[in-house]
């Protein structure tokens, strides 16, 4: 779809292209009614604010957007230092910018980046986004997207991602091979797909190996940020099935950790009583006391890769080389430490 | 000082603009020497590459850099959180780049921000400067700049820090108060401010309470980010001084992490054989076991603040309004827990 103008908006309502750039600017002097009216249309047309018109720009902009959700999380963070790195490496700038899981602001972010005119654009996904239009218009625009750890399968761009299904499959295999059989399970929110994604593989490794499917050992976590969500969820999992449960499989470690806290305060013995295993290795696992098995899922790595395709895509645009989009999954690897 | 152009340098070389313009982008069909004396005299004149005018830019380019020395870092993520949710708010997008305590790196990057035309600049120094003409490069080009935690006192322009000495003098009296007599240091790196002020604070604690300042007792952690440093130093120290010390001060959390790690695992008792008190609160030292008692610096302050105060610089700026440098000191609190 080709991008909408000024004088596009102006035409089909019939007022001037300055009224329609000072209704976009929210300037005072154009009244509410006309602002609506231009928003409503800007948005139907996929107009992006600013004229980034494809193809008449003579020069890359030397910077890169990347959207995650958030910064203070040790994943992100050192994704972003990957991501810093490498785009230092060819005098790339990185514009950062969180979405704090706000779907609104995500797409706000992407009309900003592109309005920037940057060279190319990562993200992960905020929990909350389903609806991927933003997206679209990345594409649409021609503007280099690669996706990574929280994606949107059906988008046509490279992905970066790790097996989220086959690493909690090894998890649990892992806890069934160790002779524990009722595990829990402390699941994320219902919509990312990496959650959905690790509640199938914890579900898959207890069916595959005839342990029976207990929904009731399943807890949802929808503020996986939160290490007080695990305390509370471990609080709970000890009151509704006190010894009848001998394992957990956390989606994230800050789960895990809070549960630790729970257990070390109650006395209940790791592992002896209850086992844990977590996901995504952060660096508190192997400080904690006892420490956590968990999944690690090379961080570093996913954003090296993830700035290295983007690079590539740019520099495939630039030179007029037809862009073959990439799937790519970063190996996981369990680490068995004291909690399991 | 006023910044130097392309003709300049081409005046003064003899040679034609066309051929500064490459040498200095690297172009391979300029000599190395012409390259050499194109950027030796670039270099002597405070040039910086783009036609960054003074008074000749007709907008904000919403935009702020920020050079931090490392991402992986709770205060640095929880910072920058901080200046992206303010940036966020004023329709800004912040330009992140890290430093990695290289000085030279630091140097381009300035470089690169001023190149960009950004509206204004945050720095926390790397451990490795020294030198502060780079910083003096952006006020000279009337870019407004803030620094915060690690700053250059010399430079002339608004500074958010904390009051690290009386922070360390605080914490080491409160371990006085509680009977401890003979109290180590890991300190940090010997360039940077706040770990020689946390030094400071350290031994003026000691000689205010009539206690031996003992220099055996101190030991430098250069590599202050990692946690084995604190490990291997807890080792050191309990090999040179046994049952002859009874707490250790720490110049920041991961150190007294790894001192932890080092002590479960030899079964020495905190806080009855040894006590602990680290700094700047790091969200792991109130779920490590034991807990550490800690400094909180209040690094979501100390970002919010910094690019507050930044804002109303590049406001005054547009406006014409003369900008009053601030130097502006966050509190800082005790936050005692089980290791002390």
């Known amino acids: 779809m080709k991008p909408a103008t000024l004088k596009d908006i102006a035409k089909q309502l019939g007022i001037s292209i300055t009224t329609v750039s000072k209704a976009l600017k929210n300037y005072p002097d154009v009244s509410e009614k006309t602002k609506f009216k231009v928003r409503t249309l800007a948005e139907q047309l996929n107009y992006v604010p600013n004229s980034f018109a494809i193809g008449l720009r003579k ?17 992100f963070s050192t994704v972003i230092d990957a991501i ?18 706000d779907y609104e602001l995500e797409k706000k972010q992407v009309d900003l980046l592109l309005n920037k005119g940057v060279d190319g654009i990562l993200i992960s996904l905020s929990n909350k986004t389903r609806d991927f239009k933003h997206l679209q ?10 996706l990574f ?10 992905k970066i991602v790790i097996d989220d299904r086959k690493a909690a499959y090894d998890a649990v295999t892992y806890l069934i091979n160790k002779g524990y059989r009722r595990i ?41 940020s939160d290490f007080t969500d695990g305390y509370n969820s471990a609080a709970k999992l000890m009151h509704d099935h006190g010894d009848n449960v001998d394992a957990i499989f956390t989606v994230n470690d800050l789960l895990a950790i809070g549960a630790i806290n729970y257990f ?23 400080v904690i006391s006892p420490s956590l098995s968990s999944i690690d899922q090379h961080a570093y790595k996913m954003g090296e890769t993830s700035a290295k395709i983007l690079f590539n895509e740019i520099d495939c645009k630039f030179k007029g080389i037809p862009v073959k989009h990439e799937k790519i999954t970063i190996d996981t690897e369990l680490i068995i430490r004291d909690s399991c």
């Not at 910077?63 to 203070?72: D, F, K, L, N």
């Open 59 to 75: 020069q890359e902009s030397k910077t890169i957007g990347v959207i995650i959700p958030t910064m203070v999380h040790y994943f």
């Open 84 to 101: 810093l790195k490498e785009a230092e490496s060819r005098n790339y700038m990185g514009i950062i910018m969180q979405s704090n899981e």
């Open 137 to 146: 218009k990345i594409i649409d625009y021609h503007v280099p997207l690669v």
């Open 149 to 158: 750890d929280k994606i949107a399968k059906v988008m046509d761009c490279s």
């Open 184 to 224: 829990a399970h402390f699941r994320g929110d219902l919509n990312p797909q990496n959650s959905i994604d690790r509640f199938l593989g914890y579900k898959k490794a207890l069916l595959d190996h005839n342990i029976e499917f207990d929904p009731k050992l399943v807890y949802l976590c929808d503020n996986n």
């Open 264 to 286: 070390n305060e109650k006395q209940i013995k790791i592992p002896d009583q209850i086992a844990l295993i977590g996901f995504s290795n952060w660096f508190m696992a192997s």
